[in-house]
Nanobody, 122 residues
Framework: QVQLVESGGGLVQAGGSLRLSCEAS????????MYWFRQAPGKEREFVAA????????KYAGSVKGRFTISRDNAKNTVYLQMNSLKPEDTAVYYC???????????????WGQGTQVTVSS
């Protein structure tokens, strides 16, 4: 089992940048595929990005591709989401998630953090 704690959310103007972090507990972090999801008010939760345990494979939602970058540091048990060129429609609670299966957008991951709020003002 793994526990996840997100940080780095906040208020930023459109066009700005933020970097989210997600620190995982446990000794087996490097065996987990890691994900970022988000949920805006009144909307369903949506996939944002994923990274394989090795960091070699990444996946992105079309709405963030080219603006967001997911990365991980297995020595620090941490996954990051660098968000550039932010737009008001990126406003949401961002959740970190983990799963030991091959990364996929077909099934929700098994483990979830509590979320961190990102607000982009116009």
């Amino acid at each position: 089992q793994v526990q996840l704690v997100e940080s780095g959310g906040g208020l930023v103007q459109a066009g700005g940048s933020l970097r989210l972090s997600c620190e995982a507990s446990g000794r087996t972090f490097s065996s987990y595929g890691m994900y970022w999801f988000r949920q805006a008010p009144g909307k369903e939760r949506e996939f944002v990005a994923a990274i394989s345990w090795s960091g070699i494979t990444t996946k992105y939602a079309g709405s963030v591709k080219g603006r967001f970058t997911i990365s991980r540091d297995n020595a620090k048990n941490t996954v990051y989401l660098q968000m550039n060129s932010l737009k008001p429609e990126d406003t949401a609670v961002y959740y970190c998630a983990a799963d030991q299966r091959v990364i996929t957008t077909e099934d929700p991951p098994d483990y979830w953090g509590q979320g961190t709020q990102v607000t982009v003002s116009s």
